[in-house]
């Protein structure tokens, strides 16, 4: 079983940044493809940015693409989101997530994922 969870989150002006956390315990997330989603609202739970097991490859919205980067630390067993640039668009509740398969070079849409952490909001205010 893996744990997961987000921090970092909070209240930042358009044009400003922030770098959120993924801290996972239980067990080690390596083998995982890590994905960052958010959720605004009366809206569906979107794919932000998602990076594979290895950290070799990256994938993007492209409501983030140039804005956002996604990074991990195998040994740390922690990934980051870095966003930048951010709008009042960006604002909702951010989740990581890990894959349900192992060795993966993704984790993008809601059916791959088998571990939620329990989300961290982020605030953009205009």
């Known amino acids: 079983q893996v744990q997961l969870v987000e921090s970092g989150g909070g209240l930042v002006q358009a044009g400003g940044s922030l770098r959120l956390s993924c801290a996972a315990s239980?067990?080690?997330?390596?083998?995982?493809?890590i994905g960052w989603f958010r959720q605004s609202p009366g809206k569906e739970r979107d794919f932000v940015a998602t990076?594979?097991?290895?950290?070799?490859?990256?994938n993007y919205a492209n409501s983030v693409k140039g804005r956002f980067t996604i990074s991990r630390d195998n040994a740390k067993n922690t990934v980051n989101l870095q966003m930048n640039s951010l709008n009042p668009e960006d604002t909702a509740v951010y989740y990581c997530?890990?894959?349900?398969?192992?060795?993966?070079?993704?984790?993008?849409?809601?059916?791959?994922?088998?571990?939620w952490g329990q989300g961290t909001q982020v605030t953009v205010s205009s």
């Open positions: 997530a890990a894959g349900s398969r192992l060795y993966t070079s993704s984790v993008s849409s809601l059916s791959e994922v088998a571990y």
């Open positions: 239980g067990r080690t997330i390596s083998p995982y493809a």
């Open positions: 990076i594979s097991w290895n950290g070799g490859r990256e």
